[in-house]
Structures are given as structure tokens and as C-alpha cells.
């Protein structure tokens, strides 16, 4: 059972004895205290929305209640404060059941690891002491503490992190991120990261700043508000000038009390939250839902994200008096430092040939440029090719990395990296979602560029876009766009875009540490197949949110008029209402298939 604020379980637990006490003593004084507990209630609401400079529609909660004190009509102003501390109470356990997926990844975050020094000794060590390179211990069932590098066969459950309920096998030497559990026999690994910028860490971090209860729902509502407070209110005028009955315009007001847009709407928003999360991605807050759920158009990165997570040494270019085993020794050394693919695919390459990395120090990104390190007392930057290009250099369609001493290129470095094979359908079914048009954006030379635009079926190809140009592009596609513009990217170059689009998606919890923090959406296993998921839901959370709210207004409209005619009474219309309101919450509550097959 999910926890409810003990504030909320005690105005509910007030309004509700206040309640049946004066029902069963037939006596006001309990609806008096009732009906000053939700007038508190409605109050601090009220303060709360023009605190945030918004119309907030509950106001009208707070003038039913005013209103129908004003008449000596204290059971139905008991029945309005029992609403609203209902709802609140309603709020705070659906918020407490949409962050429990998120909250059960911070809770199972290892502490500790048992670490194998070399005479095999094993010995338990907070998980702080772990450094790049140490060999550790992770037993059947425990969680992976840091990223490793694989000393024997085994096998992983990934679904705290992928959503995918079957174990994965991994292979002597792959890398298994931090996070997953051991579903097979004992294991040794070779730490690739620190506990501080480990895949499981950052993901942690995510969660730890994830802002579910600022839901856009309060956004929307507030827009339905600026129409339907003034509609109640006139209505209500309406009512008592015509008819004279002040008791018939109270009625109105009553059954006008919005639960259906304060509370039903951000519930809906909250639990698409939830589910994204289950998904495999980490939206941060509400805001960035509702924008998913108008998602038009897309600028997409390629290496990383519509590319394979892992590209291959290909060929080492050499200037006169360098060997290619120097180049990838100097390589590796600053490489160690980064978590992009690129880096790790170096790694790889001079472990593969038993080539042990230069000690680097100092080792900084440098924005659009790479990596910027100290070797042997000498300046190395490994990154981007820049111009003049050496006239020894090859330029080819591959991806290619320039390792410069003191500003002169000595070396440049050619990998393969293939496309996803989940790319193609993913961009398909994005179009399907409603994503008119997708521009792939990278850093990439032109050749390269356009020839994964061609397979995957994008629009239109920017290659060797700087930060800026990648901002300028945003900009310009944002101008002309009639929904949210999206940007997805990986690495610290995409950062500027990814902040100034109406949606940031970083892909992978192990990507620039930048772009995760920038992102508002971040995609936590590296696939670009789980951005449509996540399309998708906040599509049906969205809808879900829009029909709770009209569900509950157009109940409203009816009981509103049926005041105004005097049919009935405001006790009646009060407690309509709390029908009214329960009806919005449960529909906002109810999956999206299972809503289906009720309307069938």
C-alpha cells in the first residue's frame, strides 16, 4: 500500500468525523468545524496558485465554501471540505504509487563492494574507494556496484534498468553497466568507472532530481480555468439576478468545485510519469511529458544514438616517424576518461592488442572539440578533426579521431560504427506517433552523415554542425513548428541544443554527464526504440488527463444547471460533486488499454 502524507490523513480523517458526527448528532457544529478545516484547505490552495502567478481554478472550491457558510448550509460546506481533503489525500497516495519505480532504484544503490586484490584476496570496501581498473566480486543476486569489464562468462538481469524480464548473457571482456543484478554464478569484473560516474550513479541522480509532482496537468487545468471559473461564476450572477435565489446561484458555485481540473489531471500526468519510467526512460518532470505528447519535429544525433553503442578500430593513419601502436597507446590514455562510445571503442582497440595507455593527466572535454590532456609533460587533444587536414591523412566516410601533440596532428584514429538495427523501425514508428519531420544533426563529415540519413529515412542531413550551429538549427525548426521540437544527443556538444529545445532527450545514463543533466527526458538503456515508448505514453497520459478533466466539467456543467433551475439543492449538488470528482480520479487512474475495453 502506497504512503499518504500524515497532513492529508489528518484533514481527512478531520472532514470525515466532522461528517458523520454531525449527521448522526444532527447537529451544525461539527459541519462548522468541517466546514473551517476545508476553507483553511481551499485557502492555502488559492495562495499557492497566485503564489506560482496562476488563475487557479480552485478558487471556486473556496467560494462554495464561503458561500454556503454565508447561507448557514454547513452540511454541504462539510461535504465540500471532506471533497477536498479526499482529493488531496487521493493526490498524495497516486503521486506516492507513480514514484515507487523511481524510488525502488535509489533504495537497491549498492553501498559497498568486495574488491580482489592480486593474491585473490577478497575484502568488502565502501563503494567510494573503487578506482578505474581495480578487479571486484559481484556474487549470485547482488547488484552490480560500478560499470565493469567482464573476467569470466555470466549472466545479468537488466530489467531494473531495460525493463527486460530475461536475463542477458554477456561475454568474456563486454562491459556490464552498474545497476543490473547477477543472475548466474559468482563474477569478477575490471572496474571501468568510479562509483561517482557510474551508469547506476548517474541514473540515481536522475531520479533524485526527477520533479514528478509538478505536473503540466496544473498547466492545463489552469488553461480550462481561464473559461470555466469565469463561465461558474457568471452562471451563478446569472442565476440570482434572474431568479432572485440566492440559494439556486449558491447551488451553481457548488457544483462547480473543480477537483476534476486540480487534482484528476496531474494524477494522470504523474502516472504516465510512472510508466515512461518502468519503460526505460526517466522523464523529469511534467512539463517535459506534456511536450513529449506534442512532440513534431525531431533533430537527431548519430554517433551514439541512431549508430550502434559499439564502433570499431578500423585503421590507424600515422605521421612521418610515428607507429600506429604509439598513437593508440596516447589515445587510449586520454580515452579512459570519457564515457562515450568513441572513447570506449579506442579502449577496447588497445586492449585488444595488449597495448597499455599512456598516463594522462589533467584530461577535461573541451566543448565540440574532445578530449584535452597532459602525456609525458606534452598538451594531447584527442577529438575532432579539424582543418587544414595533413596532407598524409586519408579523409574516408568512416568516423575518424584526431589525436594532435601541442596542436600538430601525429595521428588519426578510423572506426566503423554501424547503425542500431532498431533504428529504422524506430524512426517508422516515430512518424506514426506524429513526428513530421526528422533532421539528422551531427558533428560527422558530410559523407558519413549522409550515408546513415539514406538508410534510416530521416529528411534532411546537417553535417559538421559545431554546438552552435546545432542551437542555431533548433532554433529556426522551433519558429516554424506547430508542436514541440525534440532534440536527442549523447555527448557534451549536444548540451546547448538539448536545453533550448522544447524537449531534451539524452540517450543513455552513461552518456556526457552534461547532456543528462541538461536533458529533460533521459533514455536510461542506450536505444533510441525506448524514445517512441516514451512518445507513446505521454501521448496516452495526456489524453487520459484531457479526458479526466472533460469528464468531470461537462458532469459539472449538468449539476450546474440543474442548480440554477433549482432542481437541486446546494447539499445535493455537493455531494454530486464528490461523485463527480471520484468519476474524473478514476478514469484519470485507469490504464489506457483497460479504458479501452470499457468503452467497447
Not at 249 to 256: K, N, P
Amino acid at each position: 500500500m502506497q504512503r499518504v502524507s500524515k497532513s492529508s490523513l489528518l484533514l481527512l480523517a478531520i472532514t470525515t468525523l466532522a461528517l458523520v458526527i454531525g449527521l448522526i448528532a444532527q447537529n451544525e457544529w461539527p459541519f462548522m468545524l468541517g466546514s473551517a478545516v476545508g476553507a483553511g484547505l481551499a485557502i492555502r490552495m488559492v495562495w499557492v496558485s497566485i503564489r506560482e502567478h496562476e488563475v487557479g481554478s480552485d478558487v471556486l472550491a473556496l467560494i462554495s465554501i464561503i458561500a454556503s457558510a454565508l447561507l448557514s448550509e454547513w452540511l454541504a460546506g462539510s461535504i465540500i471540505a471532506l471533497m477536498l481533503a479526499t482529493g488531496q489525500a487521493l493526490e498524495s497516495w497516486a503521486a506516492g504509487r507513480a514514484r515507487r519505480q523511481l524510488e525502488a532504484l535509489v533504495q537497491r544503490a549498492p553501498r559497498t563492494v568486495q574488491l580482489v586484490d592480486v593474491d585473490g584476496v577478497i575484502t568488502e570496501h565502501p563503494i567510494a574507494d573503487v578506482r578505474i581498473g581495480d578487479t571486484f566480486l559481484v556474487r549470485t543476486g547482488e547488484v552490480v556496484p560500478v560499470d565493469g569489464r567482464l573476467l569470466a562468462f555470466g549472466s545479468f538481469d537488466e530489467s531494473a534498468l531495460t525493463g527486460e524480464p530475461l536475463p542477458r548473457s554477456r561475454q568474456i571482456g563486454e562491459e556490464v553497466p552498474s545497476g543490473v543484478s547477477n543472475a548466474g554464478s559468482p563474477v569478477e569484473l575490471v572496474a571501468v568507472t568510479t562509483a561517482e560516474t557510474s551508469t547506476y550513479s548517474a541514473l540515481v541522480r536522475l531520479v533524485e532530481n526527477a520533479k514528478a509532482h509538478s505536473a503540466p496537468g496544473v498547466r492545463i487545468a489552469n488553461r480550462y480555468a481561464l473559461w470555466f471559473v469565469p463561465l461558474s461564476i457568471g452562471l451563478a450572477l446569472a442565476t440570482w439576478l434572474v431568479t432572485g435565489n440566492v440559494h439556486a446561484a449558491v447551488s451553481v458555485v457548488v457544483a462547480a468545485t473543480p477537483c476534476p481540473l486540480i487534482l484528476a489531471v496531474p494524477i494522470a500526468i504523474i502516472a504516465g510519469i510512472s510508466q515512461t519510467a518502468k519503460q526505460g526512460a526517466i522523464i523529469k518532470d511534467g512539463s517535459a511529458l506534456e511536450q513529449l505528447a506534442r512532440s513534431q519535429v525531431l533533430l537527431v544525433d548519430k554517433t551514439g544514438t541512431l549508430t550502434h553503442g559499439g564502433p570499431e578500430v578500423t585503421n590507424i593513419q600515422v605521421a612521418p616517424g610515428w607507429k600506429p601502436e604509439q598513437i593508440l597507446q596516447i589515445a587510449a590514455g586520454l580515452e579512459l576518461a570519457s564515457a562515450h562510445v568513441l572513447a570506449k571503442a579506442v579502449v577496447r582497440a588497445a586492449q585488444a592488442r595488449e597495448i597499455l595507455p599512456a598516463k594522462a593527466s589533467k584530461v577535461h572535454e573541451v566543448l565540440g572539440e574532445g578530449l584535452v590532456g597532459v602525456v609525458n609533460g606534452q598538451t594531447i587533444r584527442v577529438g575532432r578533426l579539424l582543418e587544414p587536414v595533413p596532407s598524409w591523412v586519408t579523409i574516408s566516410q568512416s568516423l575518424q579521431i584526431c589525436v594532435a601533440k601541442e596542436n600538430e596532428v601525429i595521428g588519426v584514429i578510423d572506426l566503423e560504427d554501424p547503425i542500431r538495427e532498431e533504428t529504422v523501425g524506430t524512426i517508422q514508428e516515430l512518424r506514426k506517433l506524429g513526428i513530421e519531420r526528422i533532421l539528422l544533426v551531427t558533428g560527422d563529415r558530410k559523407p558519413a552523415a549522409e550515408s546513415v540519413g539514406a538508410i534510416v529515412g530521416v529528411d534532411e542531413v546537417f553535417a559538421e554542425c559545431r554546438p552552435e550551429d546545432k542551437l542555431e538549427l533548433v532554433g529556426i525548426e522551433k519558429t516554424k513548428a506547430k508542436g514541440a521540437v525534440l532534440v536527442v544527443g549523447d555527448g557534451i556538444n549536444d548540451s546547448p541544443a538539448l536545453a533550448a529545445a522544447d524537449v531534451g532527450v539524452a540517450m543513455g545514463a552513461r552518456g556526457a554527464t552534461a547532456a543528462s543533466e541538461t536533458a529533460s527526458v533521459v533514455i536510461v538503456e542506450d536505444s533510441i526504440a525506448r524514445l517512441a515508448d516514451a512518445i507513446r505514453t505521454a501521448k496516452g497520459a495526456r489524453n487520459r488527463a484531457l479526458q479526466a478533466a472533460g469528464i468531470g466539467m461537462g458532469l459539472s456543467v449538468v449539476a450546474m444547471i440543474s442548480g440554477a433551475f433549482g432542481l437541486v439543492s446546494i447539499t445535493e449538488n455537493a455531494i454530486a460533486q464528490e461523485f463527480i470528482d471520484a468519476a474524473a480520479i478514476l478514469w484519470a487512474l485507469v490504464p489506457t488499454k483497460k479504458r479501452a475495453s470499457l468503452l467497447t
